[in-house]
Structures are given as structure tokens and as C-alpha cells.
């Protein structure tokens, strides 16, 4: 079965502290991972595609990183207008999975 | 920058009537998609549509869903009676033909659905 775990749940650090968000998933026939933002009572904001294991991408304090098995979003020196909750999400078929999402809170 | 935008933000409606959201996805974009979030769950898919056809489904969409794009630009979710259970916001979101691999999906603002 199809399936995208994301770790921690929760996860509250001090400005400025990096950090990094895990995504581990099982899906047949992957084609494509996706990170998104959510705000409270918004949509998932697009963030970044990864397709294959190794590649990577940056924008700004984040970066995401892919293996065959999971990928990381570091975010470095992060800001309090960084909180949100990070959702990753798996490509399959004409479809995408998500994970439950990271809540991360950074206090100024 | 192209976005998509959703109508109504919020839909209040009685259990057993009918409702309509309406999406605008991105204007060169072919594949269309709902996705429903029920509070402080995950989002979850519905529906893709393509070439005037659905393309998949979820076990969630059933015979009380059904989509239309009646127009060149609208994209619709049509719920025939609305249960309780069906309480939740609604996204829309478009992407752009490629390669082989799944496109990019980018997400309106949603409709929250409010059944009493």
C-alpha cells in the first residue's frame, strides 16, 4: 500500500535554529516528490518537485533532498514568518499522496 | 503569477442539499483536480480530470460526486446530497502537461464546507 510518513509531528525551534523535516515513503511506481506549505485555513503552497534520488533544490532557507527512500527539508537560520505546517506528498498515477505534515513553529 | 481561485471561501448547507464549488485553475493547464482536508486530517484526493474525462478516482468519490467543466476556464465539484461526513475544505488544483512524470499541482485557496 501506498504510504508517506512524515517525522516529527510537531517540531518547535528558537530563530535561527536549523533544522530538518523527514519524509519517508513507499509507493509503487513513484513519479515525483512534492513539498508544499500550508497556512491555518489556506492551500497547500507549492514548494519544491524532486524526481529522482540525489537531486536537490533550494529556495531561499529551504532545501530539499531525495533518496530512494525518503527525502529532508532543511531549513537553515529559520524566521517566525517560516511557520506553517510542511506537507510532503508522493506522485502516483494522475494523483498525489500526501503525508500528515510537519507543524513547525519558530519563536522569535 | 497565474493562481487558482476558488468560489465560495466558505458554503454553509443543510444535510441532503445540493452543492456546487466552483475552481478557475491556472489558464494554460490541462489536468484538473479536487482534493478534499476534513479539520486536522490529511488532504486527500478525489478526482482528476482530463480531456474532458476523469482520468481517477478515490474510493471517496461516489456516485454523489460528480465534476464538469462546463467552460473554458470554471472546473466544478457537484456533491448531489450533502451528509455530515462530507464537512470539510474542498481544493482544487491545475497543472501542466509534461513528461512522464506526475505534473506539478498547484492548489487554490479552497472552500470550506460547512453541512449542518
Known amino acids: 500500500e501506498d504510504q508517506v510518513t512524515q517525522s516529527p509531528e510537531a517540531l518547535r525551534l528558537q530563530e535561527g535554529e536549523s533544522s530538518s523535516l523527514n519524509c519517508s515513503y513507499t509507493v509503487s511506481g513513484l513519479r515525483g516528490l512534492f513539498w508544499y506549505r500550508q497556512d491555518p485555513g489556506k492551500g497547500p503552497e507549492f514548494l519544491f518537485t524532486l524526481y529522482s534520488a540525489g537531486e536537490e533544490k533550494e529556495k531561499e532557507r529551504l532545501k530539499a533532498t531525495l533518496t530512494k527512500k525518503e527525502s529532508f527539508l532543511h531549513i537553515t537560520a529559520p524566521k517566525p514568518e517560516d511557520s506553517a505546517t510542511y506537507l510532503c506528498?508522493?506522485?502516483?498515477?494522475?494523483?498525489?499522496?500526501f503525508g500528515s505534515g510537519t507543524r513547525l513553529s519558530i519563536r522569535p | 503569477e497565474p493562481e487558482v481561485t476558488q468560489t465560495p471561501s466558505h458554503q454553509v448547507t443543510q444535510m441532503g442539499q445540493e452543492v456546487i464549488l466552483r475552481c478557475v485553475p491556472i489558464?494554460?493547464?490541462?489536468?484538473f483536480y479536487w482534493y478534499r482536508q476534513i479539520l486536522g486530517q490529511k488532504v486527500e484526493f478525489l478526482v482528476s480530470f482530463y480531456n474532458n474525462e476523469i482520468s481517477e478516482k478515490s474510493e471517496i468519490f461516489d456516485d454523489q460526486f460528480s465534476v464538469e467543466r462546463p467552460d473554458g476556464s470554471n472546473f466544478t465539484l457537484k456533491i448531489r446530497s450533502t451528509k455530515l461526513e462530507d464537512s470539510a475544505m474542498y481544493f482544487c488544483a491545475s497543472s501542466d502537461p509534461g513528461g512522464g512524470a506526475v505534473d506539478t499541482q498547484y492548489f487554490g485557496p479552497g472552500t470550506r464546507l460547512t453541512v449542518l
Open positions: 489558464s494554460n493547464h490541462l489536468y
Open positions: 506528498a508522493v506522485g502516483r498515477a494522475s494523483k498525489i499522496i
